[in-house]
Nanobody, 121 residues
Framework: QVHLVESGGGSVQSGGSLRLSCVASGDTNSRRCMAWFRQVPGKEREAVGILYTGGGLSETSASVKGRFTISQDNDKNTVFLQLNRLIPEDTAMYYC??????????????WGQGTQVTVSS
């Protein structure tokens, strides 16, 4: 079974930066697709970044493009989300997700517990 543990969240002022980490363990084939989502109460969970551990895709969503960067470590067991130039609208619970890669298709089905990001004015 895939296990995901997020860390790195916290409270920062507008314009600050955070680096979120997601340490993954378990079957490698079950986590060839890694992603970051965020969610605030009353709103749908929003994908903000996705990558394939084997390469071919590493992208962030339009809402955070230019400010957030998704990447992985050399061992491909840890996925990072670098959050720069944070604004209060970025405040949310951030979740790491993982799933199998079928060609260019990914459907994350494993989730971490989340790490809170709070951005103050």
């Amino acid at each position: 079974q895939v296990h995901l543990v997020e860390s790195g969240g916290g409270s920062v002022q507008s314009g600050g930066s955070l680096r979120l980490s997601c340490v993954a363990s378990g079957d490698t084939n079950s986590r060839r697709c890694m992603a970051w989502f965020r969610q605030v109460p009353g709103k749908e969970r929003e994908a903000v970044g996705i990558l394939y551990t084997g390469g071919g895709l590493s992208e962030t969503s339009a809402s955070v493009k230019g400010r957030f960067t998704i990447s992985q470590d050399n061992d491909k067991n840890t996925v990072f989300l670098q959050l720069n130039r944070l604004i209060p609208e970025d405040t949310a619970m951030y979740y790491c997700a993982a799933g199998r890669q079928y060609g260019d298709t990914c459907l994350p089905n494993h989730w971490g517990q989340g790490t809170q990001v709070t951005v103050s004015s």
